[in-house]
């Protein structure tokens, strides 16, 4: 795991010396989204129910500096993974670090028996997966590799969801892949700036999102949402438990091509999304 993580909290002394600073600057406000997940982490802290992980199976030579270089760069690309929330006056505000050196923790599984090997590389990713993060001290991402032989590698990368989500993910991906091949090959990689930080968004967004625009929208959604129950309650045969667990599983279920097809064609054609339409067959069902 990952040694720059330190579960510890901080200290009344650094808690004041950390509010004097951010009381210089001027400070981020956090988006609506980022508000609402840190406030579920007041109330359970170090539930890692808002883990975002991810694993990347890797075939072939590896070249492991390559990829710990690919990754930093894309963590110097992106400041929303430099990103850690410190409260002032009660409220969290974001704090962008200015460099976030990380290390590549390696957990060589190679000289185990062929047949625990996966097993025991699916209990790592596991552990990673489920482990804490502190929005306060940071990182609030973690990576390691897995050598299951000299050609087999399981790359994991875990971030809390208040810093990224799924859809960011897949962009993290094809930024790694298309910085490691050149990196690997010993050519430079400059990955160019990015216009707009997520940081930007929440600016905006707070500046939009206030006064009568903000009245505007908690009146639709107060009326669209005046007849919902407070809780799904699915045909199961189990009971609600009084406290939520986040105990669960998944299914998969591969739809046919042409079926998914026409549920394109029917998504564009009622100017929504594909998810849309399938949550909306979901609510139904």
Excluded at 73 to 99: D, K, Y
Excluded at 211 to 227: C, M
Excluded at 241 to 266: E, I, N
Aim: charged letters at 15%; a negative charge.
């Amino acid at each position: 795991m990952n040694d720059r993580m330190d579960p510890r909290p901080l200290s009344a002394e650094k808690q004041e010396l950390l509010q004097l600073l951010l009381a210089e600057q001027d400070l981020l406000p956090v988006s609506f989204a980022q508000q609402r997940l840190w406030f579920l982490d007041q109330l359970e802290p170090g539930n890692p129910a808002y883990n975002v992980p991810a694993a990347v199976r890797l075939t072939g030579t590896l070249n492991v500096p390559a990829l710990e270089h690919s990754f930093q760069l894309i963590v110097h690309r992106h400041e929303s993974l430099r990103t850690t929330f410190a409260v002032v006056n009660g409220q969290p505000v974001q704090v962008i670090a200015s460099t976030l050196p990380l290390a590549l923790p390696l957990i060589d599984l190679s000289t185990l028996p062929e047949t625990v090997r996966e097993a025991e590389a699916q209990h790592w990713a596991y552990v990673l997966a489920r482990t804490p993060f502190d929005l306060s001290r940071g990182p609030l991402l973690q990576m390691q590799l897995i050598r299951l032989d000299q050609e087999e590698h399981l790359f994991c990368v875990t971030m809390h969801h208040i810093i990224s989500d799924a859809w960011s993910l897949g962009l993290l991906v094809q930024e790694l892949a298309a910085a490691y091949p050149a990196l690997s090959a010993g050519k430079s990689v400059a990955l160019p700036e990015l216009p707009i930080q997520y940081a930007d968004f929440a600016v905006w967004q707070r500046d939009w999102l206030q006064g009568s625009a903000l009245e505007r929208q908690v009146t639709y959604w107060k009326q669209q949402l005046a007849d919902v129950v407070p809780a799904l309650n699915l045909p199961t045969d189990r009971q609600r438990p009084a406290t939520q667990t986040f105990h669960g599983a998944r299914h998969t279920l591969a739809l046919p091509a042409p079926l998914v097809r026409s549920l394109q064609t029917l998504s564009r054609r009622e100017g929504g999304t594909l998810f849309m339409t399938l949550l909306a067959a979901f609510q139904v069902l």
